[in-house]
């Protein structure tokens, strides 16, 4: 067993999932409302929104989706999705790509306890930390 970051987006999860599947080398895959038994439970505007997505990482998976509640929700504040990459320069690769047009809150450097750390909130309010594997 193994917990899975379930993110939550106000209409931009396809867009934040194709992005993120470019940074990480991965494909996503989407489940539109469009289709679905939800669909006629919804406005019909909400036919092309993301009822589910998810997107490989490393050993491990990201799900989320667009925020389907009436009026939807804030932006992510209470977690963060970490993750912890092989070298320093892997690392900072990721860091950049990600944290472009985002919010760095630490700037991706050497700490205490690892070659390099740094955490940001991205252009779609999803916050992250990137980390670097210990030997």
């Known amino acids: 067993m193994h917990p899975v970051p379930y993110l939550f987006f106000n209409g931009t999860c396809e867009e934040a999932f194709s992005f993120y599947a470019s940074v990480f080398g991965t494909a996503p895959n989407f489940m539109r409302v469009k289709g679905s038994p939800m669909e006629s439970q919804l406005p019909p505007e909400a036919a092309e929104k993301i009822m589910h997505a998810s997107l490989m990482v490393g050993g ?3 799900y989320g989706s667009d925020d389907l509640s009436p ?3 804030p932006a992510m ?5 970490m993750i912890s990459l092989p070298d320093f320069d892997t690392a ?5 790509a990600l944290s472009d047009g985002g919010d760095v809150r630490m700037p991706f450097e050497e700490q205490f ?23």
Request: hydrophobic share 40%.
């Open 71 to 73: 009026g939807g929700g």
């Open 113 to 135: 306890w690892t070659p390099g750390f740094g955490a940001f909130t991205d252009r779609f309010g999803v916050r992250w930390m990137i980390d670097t594997q210990l030997d």
């Open 60 to 62: 491990g998976e990201i």
């Open 92 to 96: 900072k690769i990721h860091f950049d």
């Open 77 to 81: 504040a209470g977690c963060n999705v």
